[in-house]
């Protein structure tokens, strides 16, 4: 069986998608890496993203797929790379949907705390931080979409002669 012939238009489309999703993981790094505020009242208070290893695992998987995507972005059309790339994405995104689950349910946690662990909710002491949580988890669930696409498409044109 030879090799598939992909149409330049989708080539584009998934180009494109790759670099909206660097720019999504990448936005959502700078946001999530600028998260930090400090409380005074009514306990002083410094809420960082540095605090919970899953918002560092959350940034670094977002790093990863940032750099990733760039890569491929900038990755010549007729380099032999992209017949591994459909392996990545697939690796990428289920990093990304891991990490962007795991950060979900720690901002739940700082939103409404829980009270059987003794862990109060913090959010209405530092607002800034929250608002730059949840934005920077929103935006790399937008990451995850863009890889999901790639996926989706990647996988109908490697299907596509199978099928007629």
């Known amino acids: 069986m030879?090799?598939?012939?992909?149409?330049?238009?989708?080539?584009?489309?998934?180009?494109?998608?790759?670099?909206?999703?660097?720019?999504?993981?990448i936005l959502a790094t700078s946001f999530m890496a600028a998260s930090h505020e400090r409380a005074i009242f009514p306990f002083d208070y410094k809420a960082d993203y540095t605090d919970l290893m899953l918002f560092k695992a959350f940034l670094g998987a977002n790093i990863a797929a940032s750099l990733y995507s760039f890569f491929f972005?900038?990755?010549?059309?007729?380099?032999?790379?992209?017949?591994?790339?459909?392996?990545?994405?697939?690796?990428?995104?289920?990093?990304?949907?891991a990490m962007d689950s795991a950060a979900i349910a720690a901002a739940y946690l700082h939103k409404h705390g829980d009270s059987q662990a003794f862990w109060p909710p913090i959010c209405s002491q530092v607002p800034t931080y929250?608002?730059?949580?949840?934005?920077?988890?929103?935006?790399?669930?937008?990451?995850?979409?863009?890889?999901?696409?790639?996926?989706?498409?990647?996988?109908?044109?490697?299907?596509?002669?199978?099928l007629v």
Not at 5 to 21: M, S
């Open 2 to 25: 030879g090799d598939v012939e992909i149409p330049p238009l989708v080539k584009q489309i998934v180009r494109g998608l790759r670099g909206l999703a660097f720019l999504a993981t």
């Open 73 to 97: 972005v900038c990755l010549p059309p007729k380099s032999l790379l992209w017949r591994l790339a459909i392996v990545l994405d697939v690796i990428m995104f289920g990093l990304l949907v």
């Open 130 to 162: 929250c608002y730059r949580v949840i934005l920077a988890i929103s935006i790399g669930f937008g990451g995850v979409f863009m890889f999901l696409l790639i996926i989706i498409i990647s996988i109908s044109v490697i299907l596509n002669p199978l």
